[in-house]
């Protein structure tokens, strides 16, 4: 039949046939064949045999249209879309085989699944960004920079408040330390700085952005001008006093290690916590203390030099003291101090300038310290009255009334005379 004698050949293979058709014809020598097919003679020679033999046909490849002896069965397949569907909806190709494998037993590579999951319309194929057109180098050693940002996002789903993510990556090595907080500020970027400190100790470098709890808006005092100093956010001067470096990103592109971690994070992290049940700020901060160091297994890198830059916390350095807010207080009178429309008593003698600091701790806890040392007090609550102040004699306003003949009046009194003529007349 016509059909029969189709044969289905790509262009590679017609191209084979006809320089393997100049050789049977003697029109071309085998070593000729084989460096222009870029093939080895003993192959050009097989395939000589076989076009004798077989006809044209011979020249495509025995496997065509058979299937793979690793090909995954029908029924597999269908159980393993199932199953993604049921419990993995949401889940990029990668993330869901390491699930596949880790709860449900089945071992599937990424891309395998990937394949599957196109093939059955689960799937889309994403489109790879354009790199950025400059790249920079990462630092050298571990603890030589990181790059600490929050990311506002809805971390637990419906199952408990929206929060913030605090995180830290190394820049050498992306090792990462992260922390839940209920908002993004001074406080949180303190406590959060001040754990990583505890953990691996303080960093060369901290690359930020523009937010106003790492970068002042305020204009320098006159003081400072004089000084030739900058205004400082609460997180810059604590940083400088522990002798950290601030570096502040023009644009999050500048900090993109950070924000890819975060798009990373807001894809695995979110589904690992609903997998687990978290639903609180405590649960998730627990849940971090075990996962992150698997994280950091699997996806950190080796610093282009071996060695550690953090320098340790010495054992005299209080990072309480440092890491708070700072505010200068003057003592009145009366020896009380007012902050945050509250007032306090201190109980004992504030030195001759009446200068104190008040610091809020991380912890909620207020100190009142003048110099280097601590002054007690305690919180006025309730705040007496005001007595209003009455003089003895009680004074009579008088209300002195013009008289009748008043030029305000006159008009009147005129009218009022000539009216009473007329009556008299009358009568």
């Keep these: 039949m016509a059909e029969e004698d189709i044969i289905m050949m790509r262009q590679k293979e017609l191209n084979r046939l006809h320089v393997i058709r100049k050789v049977i014809d003697k029109k071309l020598r085998q070593i000729e064949a084989a460096d222009i097919l870029g093939l080895s003679d003993r192959q050009v020679r097989r395939l000589v045999k076989r076009v004798r033999v077989e006809g044209d046909k011979g020249i495509v490849h025995k496997l065509r249209g058979m299937l793979s002896k690793r090909a995954i069965d029908e029924n597999i397949r269908s159980k393993i879309v199932a199953v993604y569907r049921e419990k993995y909806e949401d889940f990029g190709p990668t993330l869901a085989s390491e699930k596949l494998l880790e709860i449900d037993k089945i071992k599937l590579s990424d891309e395998t699944l990937r394949n599957l999951l196109i093939a059955s319309g689960d799937w889309q194929k994403k489109r790879k960004r354009k790199k950025h057109r400059k790249w920079r180098e990462r630092k050298q050693q571990f603890g030589i920079m990181i790059q600490m940002d929050g990311s506002h996002h809805n971390w637990f789903e419906e199952r408990g408040p929206k929060c913030v993510l605090m995180g830290d990556i190394d820049d050498a090595t992306s090792e990462v330390f992260a922390r839940f907080y209920e908002y993004e500020g001074t406080m949180p970027a303190m406590d959060s700085f001040k754990e990583y400190a505890k953990k691996y100790g303080i960093p060369q470098i901290v690359y930020l952005d523009k937010h106003p709890t790492y970068k002042s808006l305020k204009k320098?005092?006159?003081?400072?001008?004089?000084?030739?100093?900058?205004?400082?956010?609460?997180?810059?001067r604590a940083m400088k006093e522990l002798g950290v470096r601030v570096e502040h990103a023009h644009s999050p592109q500048a900090k993109g290690r950070i924000e890819r971690l975060f798009g990373t994070f807001q894809d695995r992290v979110i589904k690992e916590m609903r997998l687990a049940g978290v639903s609180t700020i405590e649960e998730g901060n627990k849940f971090l203390i075990g996962y992150l160091p698997k994280y950091n297994k699997r996806f950190g890198v080796e610093a282009a030099e071996k060695g550690d830059m953090h320098r340790e916390v010495a054992k005299g350095l209080d990072l309480e003291r440092i890491l708070c807010k700072k505010t200068g207080r003057t003592v009145r009178n009366d020896n009380t101090v007012a902050h945050d429309k509250r007032l306090y008593q201190i109980e004992e003698y504030a030195g001759t300038k009446k200068k104190v600091v008040v610091e809020e701790r991380t912890n909620g806890k207020i100190v009142i310290a003048n110099r280097e040392k601590m002054l007690r007090y305690t919180?006025?609550?309730?705040?007496?009255?005001?007595?209003?102040?009455?003089?003895?004699?009680?004074?009579v306003k008088r209300i002195s009334k013009p008289g009748e003949d008043h030029p305000w009046k006159k008009q009147s009194y005129e009218r009022r005379i000539r009216k009473k003529a007329l009556e008299a007349v009358c009568c």
Excluded: D
Aim: net charge positive; glycine share 0%; charged share 45%.
């Design 379 to 395: 919180e006025i609550k309730k705040r007496p009255k005001k007595t209003v102040k009455r003089s003895a004699r009680i004074r």
């Design 220 to 236: 320098a005092t006159v003081e400072e001008q004089l000084k030739n100093e900058k205004a400082l956010s609460q997180f810059e």
